[in-house]
């Protein structure tokens, strides 16, 4: 069936180095996605999201690229601090008929951890 | 309140119980989402509220599982008779409303363990 997965279930990376977490997904009919961010304990948090109609957007030390032609995305976290350290999805918004609202399909996530 | 919360934050019950989870929405916000979250997973679907209009069950993995919510206000979660697969966090997400792009807002999560 349709999903969406990342590459890689653990980042570890030195403070302000600049991580990247990827992300692929299968269905080619998907035109929007989510990033979020996930600390222990806690429910997932919005980061940031990209419409199929971009390659690029860019937000507060984050910047999501989104390749459409091998369906994959990436985020991209610059001077990475600890407070980053978190697990991070990709997620699709599955929008089927209005009785469904927009279920969110996310994948095993990556679980990202700064090094001070 | 500020956000969406739920209680309790942990249960620990036995096989065969019966628990019920409860989840309060941002206030206004007219759709409710129950996403269920194993170890080291990603999130399942559940089941969706949007207003008055009839739930979205398609999500709930057996007929043990139900929810309820009443208008657009507070949701609970039941599960009859748990067992040990239904250990999971249990999130519940609330949005403006069920259209694609709008941001689901997610409560803390019930952590459920059934021994």
């Known amino acids: 069936g349709e999903s969406v997965g990342l590459h890689l279930p653990t980042l570890s990376v030195q403070e302000g180095d600049n991580s990247i977490i990827n992300c692929a997904y299968s269905?080619?009919?998907?035109?929007?996605f989510i990033w979020y961010k996930q600390e222990s304990g806690k429910g997932p948090q919005f980061i940031i999201d990209?419409?199929?109609?971009?390659d690029k957007r860019q937000g507060q030390r984050v910047t999501v690229l989104l390749n459409k032609t091998v369906k994959h995305l990436s985020l991209q976290i610059a001077a990475t601090q600890p407070g980053d350290s978190a697990v991070y999805f990709c997620?699709?918004?599955?929008?089927?008929?209005?009785?469904?609202?927009?279920?969110?399909?996310f994948g095993e996530g990556t679980q990202l951890t700064v090094n001070p | 309140g500020a956000g969406v919360s739920q209680s309790p934050s942990n249960k620990v019950t036995e096989k065969g119980k019966d628990v019920e989870l409860r989840c309060d929405p941002i206030?206004?916000?007219?759709?409710l989402y129950w996403y269920r979250q194993r170890l080291g997973q990603g999130l399942e679907f559940l089941i969706y509220?949007?207003?008055?209009?009839?739930?979205?069950k398609s999500g709930l993995p057996s007929d043990r599982f139900s929810a309820e919510r009443t208008g657009e206000s507070v949701s609970t979660l039941t599960i009859q008779r748990t067992q040990q697969e239904d250990s999971a966090v249990y999130l519940c997400?609330?949005?403006?409303?069920?259209?694609?792009?709008?941001?689901?807002?997610f409560g803390p999560g019930t952590r459920l363990t059934v021994l």
């Open positions: 269905n080619s009919a998907s035109d929007y």
């Open positions: 997400a609330s949005s403006l409303d069920g259209r694609a792009r709008v941001e689901q807002f």
């Open positions: 509220f949007q207003g008055n209009s009839a739930p979205d």
């Open positions: 206030s206004g916000h007219t759709a």
């Open positions: 997620a699709d918004p599955l929008t089927g008929p209005e009785t469904s609202g927009s279920r969110l399909t």
């Open positions: 990209i419409r199929s109609n971009m």
